[in-house]
């Protein structure tokens, strides 16, 4: 089983992705796509009038603020024009492909935060009104169903919370945690970058290996939103991930190769 999570940045050839994907599905290999939308839904928000507002905790990640108008354009973009894009590609190369949001289901399942604590002008403020949280359960009873048919699953934010209402999750996140809650052998996280980079933003200086035990100590090496992707490749292999990669999702055959062990490899 492999988990393959692709962002939603600038500069990801989806096409490649999904033709990648497609080929090694028909050679037998089980698989879950996991997407982002981020570039895309910043595009549309702005054009909708409510540009996106992004906030950074105390701790240092950064997330993005979403109030209810902001939460229905993120599910507008993700579970519409982003999830739909990727099905369609996967249909057009011969693969069932399945997409659904972590809402449908319950298949990804969160407390819901209603405020959340930022740093602005150097001050702490609480910001109410968001629709946040983390992935604290995975109900696989779904994805189980859909993979036995012979269906690829096509997965994106947002989750559910316990009380069933709509919250934006880290994808990243809530991939690392559907890769442990399946006993996934591998899980990709593959972005515009060709993994993490010591020296941000020269590519050259690519960290190939992180061993499983010290994840947590290469955060001092990660971006912003590499943070959160760092932060669940830790989740992953302590929930008994046998590897994590960070892949270049750019171009070639992105998944064969971060399989192949280009990119930064956890393990």
Not at 124 to 139: C, I, P, W, Y
Not at 145 to 158: D, E, M, Q, R, S
Request: hydrophobic share 40%.
């Amino acid at each position: 089983m492999i988990v393959v999570k692709v962002g939603g940045s600038a500069g990801i050839d989806y096409d490649a992705v999904c033709a990648d994907i497609a080929a090694r599905w028909k050679n037998g290999d089980r698989l879950i796509l996991v997407h982002g939308g981020s570039g895309e839904t910043n595009r549309v928000a702005e054009a909708l009038g409510h540009p996106p507002k992004f906030v950074t905790s105390p701790s240092g990640y950064t997330s993005r603020f979403t109030d209810r108008q902001t939460l229905e354009i993120f599910e507008m973009v993700y579970c519409g024009k982003m999830n739909k894009g990727i099905v369609e590609r996967l249909q057009r190369l011969g693969v069932n492909a399945v997409g659904l949001s972590g809402l449908d289901g319950r298949i990804f399942e969160g407390r819901h935060k209603d405020s959340v604590r930022a740093v602005e002008n150097g001050k702490v403020k609480v910001l109410r009104g968001d629709h946040t949280g983390t992935v604290e359960r995975v109900n696989t009873h779904l994805i189980d169903l859909l993979l036995a048919g012979g269906y690829l699953p096509v997965l994106t934010p947002p989750a559910s919370s316990y009380d069933g209402v709509a919250i934006n999750v880290d994808g990243d996140r809530a991939a690392a945690a559907l890769a442990v809650a399946l006993k996934a052998d591998a899980l990709l996280l593959l972005s515009n970058v060709p993994g993490l980079l010591r020296a941000y933003p020269d590519e050259s200086s690519l960290i190939c290996e992180i061993p499983a035990a010290d994840v947590e100590n290469y955060l001092e090496f990660a971006q912003d939103r590499m943070k959160k992707k760092v932060l669940g490749a830790a989740e992953a292999v302590q929930g008994g991930v046998k590897r994590v990669i960070f892949g270049d999702a750019r171009n070639g055959q992105p998944v064969s190769a971060a399989l192949g062990g280009q990119g930064t490899v956890v393990s």
